[in-house]
Structure formats: C-alpha cells, structure tokens
C-alpha cells in the first residue's frame, strides 16, 4: 500500500525498530527492505501517531539535496 495524496515518490513500507525519544524531538530508526531509514520527528507526533517497537509504517523521503564525496 502507498499513500497517494503525498507527493513522495520514494515510500518504504517498514517496521520500527527503534526510538529515542527527547523532550521535543525523537529519532525513530524504520528497518525497511532497502535498509534501515531514521527520521527525526517530534516527540508529539511520536505519541499521536502511536508509534511503538514493531509498528508497521510507511517511510517517506523527499530530499532537495544530495552531496556526494569521493572515498
């Protein structure tokens, strides 16, 4: 299942499988079959949404940059 109302080509369906939670914002690390995908939402949104160890989600990432170094 994909979100289409959302304008994020790049959706990864996966499970949380970690959080940090902070007083304002959290880390919470998404393992999805490209890898693992961490976003920094905010707490809030953390306890609004429900979010817990071995919630299934949706990922979705939108960038407007990539900087690239050569190894």
Request: proline content about 3%.
């Amino acid at each position: 299942m994909t979100v289409s109302s959302i304008n994020a080509r790049n959706q990864f369906r996966g499970k949380v499988k970690a959080i940090i939670l902070g007083p304002v914002v959290s880390e919470v690390e998404i393992e999805t079959p490209a890898g693992i995908v961490t976003s920094v939402i905010t707490t809030r949104s953390v306890e609004d949404l429900g979010l817990e160890i071995g919630t299934d989600v949706l990922a979705f990432v939108k960038a407007t940059e990539v900087s690239v170094a050569k190894l």
